[in-house]
């Protein structure tokens, strides 16, 4: 995985649309000494929190590993298309390392994070 700073909470811009063949994902590596859980929050344009995902591949995420994954893979059935932010964030305010990750039309890109606050899920 590329070199990324160590953040509680890591935002990435998503904008998916199947029909464009545009996908946005992470990749996340675990820097602790014990296993971690990451949560990812999708959050509207608004600013409304969508969706509260745990994917598999985070949960738990052992101890110097790392994984990837897109958006479209954990969101909720049918859905073809999102715009908007997804935060990941570890459950128990652990550190992590992240990417964003751009597919568009086949074409691939990695993006560092916004290093920024979890929005309000209270």
Do not use: C, W
């Amino acid at each position: 995985m590329l070199s990324s700073s160590l953040v509680q909470y890591a935002t990435i811009p998503a904008d998916y649309d199947d029909s464009q063949a545009r996908y946005t994902g992470y990749a996340v590596a675990n820097t602790e000494s014990e296993d971690i859980n990451i949560k990812i929050l999708t959050v509207s344009q608004d600013g409304k929190v969508i969706d509260t995902l745990s994917p598999a591949n985070l949960n738990p995420l052992r101890a110097g590993q790392q994984t990837a994954g897109f958006l479209h893979e954990i969101l909720p059935a049918g859905r073809s298309s999102f715009k908007g932010s997804m935060v990941l964030t570890e459950k128990n305010g652990k550190t992590i390392s992240a990417v964003a990750l751009v597919s568009n039309k086949g074409l691939f890109t990695t993006i560092a994070v916004i290093p920024a606050k979890a929005p309000n899920i209270n």
